[in-house]
């Protein structure tokens, strides 16, 4: 290990001792002191803020991707990361280099000491260090438009010091109830509070208990609704290994058919939530976002391990569903796309996960299935995995990710089958890793 790889492993190891649920501490107050020890102002930052449970990371691939092939010089901060924790942080599609990234972490270890040293403060957690560095990151490289993707939650998430161009609402569902909530109206109303007195909302499919408080808290806001389904179709018209041909229509008229490099139906719903935003940026701020501007950067958005074709012989899919909504995603798309192929699924999940209503969703679906454990302090027991899928009547073995993935291989080859890996992004990262893949 290089000197500089040395000094980035103890710097990411000094950052990783803030992760865990005991150290979530939601609310401003920690952001807002360091960042101001920093002399960060992420109000003077550019941006678009996507929220949601399921899709944000997607959205903002597309947006970012679009926003890029239109010639500005721009930001993606996503959570978490597959392989390299340099992912979260890119500018112009490139990842923080390690030695920009050691120099904001020794920046942002300096002004956490000194902000927490203040009477009532506390350290701040990973994903405020985190964010702080992607601000500092972004002011620094002098980004025209940034992209940032929340992480848990909304009103109090790290990243909600912004005041957004626009923001974009994913569907929303029931999650992280320790934090957020124990109703789907009370997660609801912690994720729309990134919406900003007067700043646009972008919304798409949602349950009507959703809809509704969004829209309430939009109307106190003064806080234009864009209504995805209402301006922008879009439309699948193949799909094969390669992604999806799809029409698009607006207002304007449709568009030439354009290939998604996405596979699934829950790409198209993403799909129209980032055309929608990206016409309102348009027409509202002058951006030169033309609709072959919009159709190349589509095209070329990357956002891996989202139903991932990993192999084609035999067909080998990665995605990071991990809750009941994703899997009725998943299902949906994988019974039209294996046709009477058969399908094994390897699947991980974190202990805080809904592993029995994400495997009854599936059954239908998944015809051989093997459990394995995750590298994390946080991994489901096997123990409880296996219940969870005896209740859900989905017949299931043990095993460990570096024999289930080639025993994988094998039965797909004998049964012309296709493999799923889903359930976790630890198990995508690490099927990755297994099979030699690179993000």
């Known amino acids: 290990m290089s000197k500089a790889a040395s000094i980035l492993d103890a710097k990411l190891t000094y950052l990783y001792s803030r992760v865990g649920a005991s150290t979530v501490k939601l609310g401003l107050d920690t952001m807002r002191a360091l960042v101001n020890v920093m002399g960060v102002d992420p109000l003077v930052l550019p941006c678009v803020h996507v929220a949601g449970t399921n899709g944000k990371g997607s959205v903002s691939a597309m947006l970012e991707s679009v926003l890029r092939a239109s010639g500005l010089r721009t930001g993606l901060y996503t959570s978490p990361h597959l392989i390299r924790f340099n992912e979260r942080i890119r500018v112009g599609g490139e990842m923080i280099p390690d030695a920009d990234l050691i120099r904001l972490l020794d920046d942002v270890e300096r002004a956490d000491q000194q902000q927490a040293a203040a009477p009532g403060h506390r350290p701040g957690t990973f994903f405020e260090l985190t964010t702080a560095v992607a601000f500092q990151w972004f002011l620094e490289r002098q980004v025209q438009l940034a992209v940032l993707e929340t992480g848990m939650g909304g009103r109090l998430d790290s990243t909600n010091l912004i005041v957004p161009l626009v923001a974009?609402?994913?569907?929303?569902?029931?999650?992280?109830?320790?934090f957020l909530g124990n109703t789907l109206e009370q997660v609801a109303s912690e994720k729309a509070g990134v919406i900003k007195p007067g700043r646009p909302v972008v919304v798409g499919r949602q349950h009507p208990a959703v809809r509704r408080i969004i829209e309430d808290q939009a109307r106190a806001a003064g806080s234009p609704v864009l209504c995805a389904e209402e301006r922008v179709a879009v439309r699948r018209l193949s799909q094969n290994l390669d992604g999806q041909l799809i029409s698009i229509e607006t207002a304007d008229g449709p568009w030439p058919p354009l290939r998604?490099?996405?596979?699934?139906?829950?790409?198209?719903?993403?799909?129209?939530?980032?055309?929608?935003?990206?016409?309102?940026?348009?027409?509202?701020?002058?951006?030169?976002?033309?609709?072959?501007?919009?159709?190349?950067?589509?095209?070329?958005?990357?956002?891996?391990?989202?139903?991932?074709?990993?192999?084609?012989?035999p067909v080998f899919l990665v995605d990071v569903a991990h809750n009941p909504d994703a899997a009725r995603a998943l299902a949906g798309f994988l019974k039209t796309f294996r046709g009477n192929r058969p399908v094994a699924l390897i699947c991980g999940m974190l202990s805080d996960k809904d592993a029995e209503g994400f495997f009854r969703l599936l059954r239908p679906v998944v015809d051989a299935c093997v459990l394995v454990p995750l590298d994390s302090e946080r991994n489901m027991p096997l123990e409880r995995l296996l219940a969870a899928a005896r209740a859900a009547r989905l017949p299931a073995a043990e095993g460990l990710i570096s024999?289930?993935?080639?025993?994988?291989?094998?039965?797909?080859?004998?049964?012309?089958?296709?493999?799923?890996?889903?359930?976790?992004?630890?198990?995508?990262?690490?099927?990755?890793y297994e099979l030699g893949i690179e993000v």
């Open 260 to 313: 998604l490099p996405l596979l699934g139906d829950f790409q198209l719903d993403n799909c129209a939530l980032a055309v929608t935003a990206l016409e309102w940026m348009r027409a509202e701020l002058r951006l030169p976002l033309t609709p072959e501007a919009i159709r190349a950067g589509l095209e070329k958005t990357r956002w891996p391990a989202r139903c991932q074709v990993v192999l084609r012989d």
């Open 403 to 432: 024999t289930a993935v080639p025993n994988a291989r094998t039965w797909a080859q004998k049964n012309n089958g296709i493999i799923v890996a889903a359930g976790s992004l630890y198990l995508a990262a690490a099927v990755l």
């Open 168 to 178: 974009v609402m994913t569907g929303i569902g029931l999650e992280h109830v320790g």
